[in-house]
């Protein structure tokens, strides 16, 4: 069964810093596109990062570039998202989730075009 789960979130001061990992089971990692979404109350999904399934190439939304570093280990099955400098605006849950057929490898940042799904971590940045 192909599954996703994510872990490190919790609560931070702003300024502080947390990662979040993404542990793939029951498929092999190497040849999927991940991507890291958050959902905060009221508002809608919005893509945070991906990397592709190489992690030749990654992107970044605006408001995260500079903060959030996005990396992979195919070996350990494992994604990673480094925040750092988090704002309360970071709040949110994140969710992870695999691309099994990326366009030529590449990742996107559209919610639709992820097949899977983590159930999600709790980020909370507050004083």
């Known amino acids: 069964q192909l599954q996703l789960v994510e872990s490190g979130g919790g609560l931070v001061q702003p300024g502080g810093s947390l990662r979040l990992s993404c542990a793939a089971s029951?498929?092999?990692?190497?040849?999927?596109?991940i991507g890291w979404f958050r959902q905060a109350p009221g508002k809608e999904r919005e893509g945070v990062s991906c990397?592709?399934?190489?992690?030749?190439?990654?992107n970044y939304a605006d408001s995260v570039k500079g903060r959030f570093t996005i990396s992979r280990d195919n070996a350990k099955k494992t994604v990673y998202l480094q925040m750092n400098s988090l704002k309360p605006e970071d709040t949110a849950v994140y969710y992870c989730?695999?691309?099994?057929?990326?366009?030529?490898?590449?990742?996107?940042?559209?919610?639709?075009?992820?097949?899977?799904w983590g159930q999600g971590t709790q980020v909370t940045v507050s004083s």
């Open positions: 990397i592709s399934s190489r992690g030749s190439s990654t």
């Open positions: 029951g498929f092999t990692l190497d040849y999927y596109a």
């Open positions: 989730a695999a691309d099994l057929a990326p366009f030529q490898g590449m990742c996107e940042m559209r919610g639709s075009q992820y097949d899977y």
